[in-house]
């Protein structure tokens, strides 16, 4: 199973500044890679999807890199309702799954 | 875009099944675009991916769960279903269903799932 790691933990950050989120996989897996965004009390929303795409809606401040085994998430701005915890998601061929990352809780300073 | 809605028991004895729907509008369960997902989060921990359906019916399980897990398609409700046998407080979580073309674009609101004697 491919494990995945996202760093930090916690982000304490005003509105206004950069947050740059860390994902790292286990093994290589190339660019399959999504991020998810999750407030209190609400399902997941696809955020990135193959390392860098942005999904549908989603605005232009939220930002992926990376491929292999290290992917970034960057907030370039945060507005008050990017406060929330995100999540990374790798869907891999072999060994085949699916598996998410423990999460980065981006809280108000 | 498609909407998703979990339906189901809300406590379930340990040792017994655990049985859940997900209703789908806005699309078909019988369309070749979509897999049909079902994943879970116990209070305070990540995301945990069980499995998935497509339309023409494989499925897919995670391995730490296939001995015990069961997913299914009813074309006819446009619906598809989970089934977790031997259930442990472990198994305590809020279930999602969610659709999949790469990635799970779609979720529904989640049912909180607690097991319970």
């Known amino acids: 199973e491919i494990v995945l790691t996202q760093s930090p933990a916690t982000l304490s950050l005003s509105p206004g500044e950069r947050a740059t989120l860390s994902c790292r996989a286990s093994?290589?897996?190339?660019?399959?890679l999504a991020w998810y965004q999750q407030k209190p009390g609400q399902a997941p929303r696809l955020l990135i999807y193959?390392?860098?795409n942005r999904a549908t809606g989603i605005p232009a401040r939220f930002s992926g890199s990376g491929s292999g085994t290290d992917f970034t998430l960057t907030i370039s701005s945060l507005e008050p309702e990017d406060f929330a915890v995100y999540y990374c998601?790798?869907?891999?061929?072999?060994?085949?799954?699916?598996?998410f990352g423990p999460g980065t809780k981006v809280d108000i300073k | 875009q498609v909407q998703l809605q979990e339906s189901g028991p809300g406590l379930v004895k340990p040792s017994q099944t655990l049985s859940l729907t997900c209703t789908v509008s806005?699309?078909?369960?019988?369309?070749?675009?979509?897999?049909w997902n079902w994943i879970r989060q116990p209070a305070g921990k990540r995301l945990e991916w069980i499995g998935r359906?497509?339309?023409?019916?494989?499925?897919n399980y995670d391995p730490s769960l296939k001995s015990r897990v069961s997913i299914s398609l009813d074309t006819s409700k446009n619906q598809f279903s989970l089934r977790l046998s031997s259930v442990t407080a472990a198994d305590t979580a809020v279930y999602y269903c969610?659709?999949?073309?790469?990635?799970?674009?779609?979720w529904g609101q989640g049912t909180l799932v607690t097991v319970s004697s």
């Open positions: 806005g699309g078909s369960v019988s369309s070749g675009s979509y897999y």
């Open positions: 998601q790798q869907r891999s061929n072999w060994p085949p799954g699916i598996t």
């Open positions: 193959d390392a860098s």
């Open positions: 969610a659709s999949m073309k790469g990635y799970f674009d779609d």
């Open positions: 093994q290589s897996i190339n660019s399959y």
């Open positions: 359906i497509y339309t023409r019916g494989s499925t």
